[in-house]
C-alpha cells in the first residue's frame, strides 16, 4: 500500500516503480483546486487545474489496467505546521508588512483544512474497504469568510487586524510588484479575484467510509511560521 503526497502530476512517472514493488493499493493527494482554477483568469492557474485532472484520470487508467486499487483525495485550502503556502505566507506577509490587501468584501467562504487531518484521511484511505476506486473531496471543519480567515491570522500572531481593501487594477499592479519576489512568485491575479468566491466542497462522503472528522480552523503558535 502506497500514499503519494507529492503533486499528483508527478505519479505517473512512478508507476513502474510501484509495478515493480507488487502495489495492491495507491493513495494520492490531488486538490479541490482541479475544480475552482479551471476558470481562472491566470494562465497558469487554469493549467494547474488541467494538470490535477489529467493526472486523475492518468492514475485511474493505469490502476484499472494492473488491477491496482486507487483512492484520490481532494483537499481545500491546507495549512498546518506553519509550512504550508497558504496560511503560512498570510502570515509572513503580514509579519513583513504588518497589514494584508483584500480585494473588496473579500466574503468568499473558505473551509481551511489541517495537514494533520489531511495524514489522518491517507491512512484511513489505505484500508477503508469502502474506499476503494473513490475520489473524496475533504474539507476543513468550519466554513468561514476569506476576512474572517485573515483576521485570525492576525489574532494568532497577537497583532491589531489591519486589513484594506485594493481595486482589482490596484491590486494586480501590487502583485506584479510582489512576484519580483521569490517567496510571492506563486501569487496571481485569480488568487486575489478568488477571495469574494465561495470555495466550499461537501465532505460527507470522507466522513462516512473514512472516519474523516476535520477540526475547525483554530490557528496554534505550531502552526504559525518559525
Same mark, same amino acid.
Given at each position: 500500500?502506497?500514499?503519494?503526497?507529492?503533486?499528483?502530476?508527478?505519479?505517473?512517472?512512478?508507476?513502474?516503480?510501484?509495478?515493480?514493488?507488487?502495489?495492491?493499493?495507491?493513495?494520492?493527494?490531488?486538490?479541490?483546486?482541479?475544480?475552482?482554477?479551471?476558470?481562472?483568469?491566470?494562465?497558469?492557474?487554469?493549467?494547474?487545474?488541467?494538470?490535477?485532472?489529467?493526472?486523475?484520470?492518468?492514475?485511474?487508467?493505469?490502476?484499472?489496467?494492473?488491477?491496482?486499487?486507487?483512492?484520490?483525495?481532494?483537499?481545500?485550502?491546507?495549512?498546518?505546521?506553519?509550512?504550508?503556502?497558504?496560511?503560512?505566507?498570510?502570515?509572513?506577509?503580514?509579519?513583513?508588512?504588518?497589514?494584508?490587501?483584500?480585494? +473588496? $468584501?473579500?466574503?468568499?467562504? @473558505?473551509?481551511? =483544512?489541517?495537514?494533520?487531518?489531511? #495524514? !489522518?484521511?491517507?491512512?484511513?484511505? /489505505?484500508?477503508?474497504?469502502?474506499?476503494?476506486?473513490?475520489?473524496?473531496?475533504?474539507?476543513? +471543519? $468550519?466554513?468561514?469568510?476569506? @476576512?474572517?480567515? =485573515?483576521?485570525?491570522?492576525?489574532? #494568532? !500572531?497577537?497583532?491589531?487586524?489591519? /486589513?484594506?481593501?485594493?481595486?482589482?487594477?490596484?491590486?494586480?499592479?501590487?502583485?506584479?510588484?510582489?512576484?519580483?519576489?521569490?517567496?510571492?512568485?506563486?501569487?496571481?491575479?485569480?488568487?486575489?479575484?478568488?477571495?469574494?468566491?465561495?470555495?466550499?466542497?461537501?465532505?460527507?462522503?470522507?466522513?462516512?467510509?473514512?472516519?474523516?472528522?476535520?477540526?475547525?480552523?483554530?490557528?496554534?503558535?505550531?502552526?504559525?511560521?518559525?
Amino acid at each position: 500500500m502506497w500514499i503519494c503526497v507529492a503533486p499528483i502530476w508527478v505519479l505517473p512517472e512512478y508507476f513502474a516503480l510501484l509495478s515493480a514493488h507488487g502495489a495492491r493499493r495507491v493513495v494520492a493527494l490531488s486538490s479541490t483546486s482541479r475544480f475552482t482554477k479551471d476558470d481562472s483568469s491566470d494562465l497558469q492557474e487554469r493549467a494547474v487545474a488541467h494538470r490535477l485532472a489529467d493526472a486523475e484520470a492518468h492514475l485511474q487508467a493505469w490502476a484499472e489496467d494492473h488491477c491496482v486499487e486507487w483512492v484520490i483525495l481532494r483537499p481545500t485550502l491546507i495549512y498546518g505546521r506553519g509550512q504550508d503556502k497558504n496560511i503560512a505566507e498570510m502570515a509572513r506577509f503580514i509579519q513583513r508588512f504588518g497589514f494584508f490587501p483584500l480585494l +473588496g $468584501e473579500a466574503m468568499g467562504a @473558505r473551509q481551511p =483544512v489541517h495537514a494533520e487531518d489531511v #495524514a !489522518l484521511a491517507c491512512l484511513a484511505g /489505505l484500508h477503508c474497504a469502502a474506499a476503494a476506486n473513490r475520489a473524496y473531496n475533504i474539507s476543513g +471543519g $468550519e466554513t468561514l469568510p476569506y @476576512r474572517e480567515m =485573515v483576521r485570525r491570522v492576525f489574532a #494568532a !500572531l497577537h497583532l491589531r487586524p489591519r /486589513l484594506f481593501a485594493i481595486p482589482l487594477a490596484a491590486f494586480k499592479s501590487m502583485l506584479a510588484l510582489l512576484r519580483c519576489l521569490p517567496r510571492y512568485r506563486h501569487w496571481s491575479g485569480g488568487m486575489a479575484e478568488r477571495m469574494n468566491r465561495d470555495l466550499v466542497f461537501d465532505h460527507t462522503d470522507a466522513a462516512r467510509d473514512l472516519g474523516f472528522s476535520p477540526r475547525p480552523f483554530l490557528l496554534g503558535q505550531k502552526d504559525l511560521p518559525r
